[in-house]
């Protein structure tokens, strides 16, 4: 029993040595959608969030919702037709236009006082505004407080050495009420070091344990085609929720 918990460690350990030292700039991920390189954009709403909706809802209208690294997603829009607030932070002014121009929705832009060089997108019918600016540069100062959180390529996108940096700014953008729900992968990360990064209920856990209650809601095999190319046999994608703990 002893030696398989220890080999069950060592694995851990190797597991998290294979990708804890990739770092991305943010100026590759600039990078990538002006070259036009962005395969984790979907062009439909996230089964994921479809499916696990009224869970994050529970019967609540007119919920503020954040959406971490947001790039052109079109659930922000699903949202928003159902009377939704959404708000997003996105690093590329590139992705943001595109969201906009392929929604078809008439925006305003503005500075962000509180961020230098940052700007603001706004529809105009003001349901929709997307920061653009450095993830850890945004506060609850900046964009209030939430009361739903989808993060879908945000979590697993992030450099895994400033994961509790990110569960911190995660924790303070969260309403007393707020729901929050994690995409994460798992696979094997000898075999592709990332992005997107391997992200374990344990990583969940150890990041967001603290200050949240963590229930894991679905485990789907997400492996496709294009996972060959990464040098992967296996790919699970899981959602959990995250719920303030009672204060």
Known sequence: EKRREEKRREEKRREM?????RVMALSEWEDRWQEGRTGF???EVH??????LEKVLCGRKEVRFFFPLCGKAVDMKWLADMGHTVVGVEISEKGIKQFFAEQNLAFDEEPVPAIPGAKVFKSADGKISIYQCDLYEFSSAVGGKFGGIWDRGALVAINPCDRQKYATLLVSLMNYDCRYLVDTLEYNPELYKGPPFLVSEE???????GGCDIELLESVDAFEEKHKSWGLDSLTEKVYLLTPKAQ
């Not at 089964?47 to 696990?52: E, G, P, Q």
């Open 17 to 21: 040595s294979a990708q804890e030292d």
């Open 41 to 43: 954009h979907r062009s």
């Open 47 to 52: 089964n994921l969030l479809k499916n696990n």
């Open 203 to 209: 990583d969940v856990k150890k990041m967001f344990g």
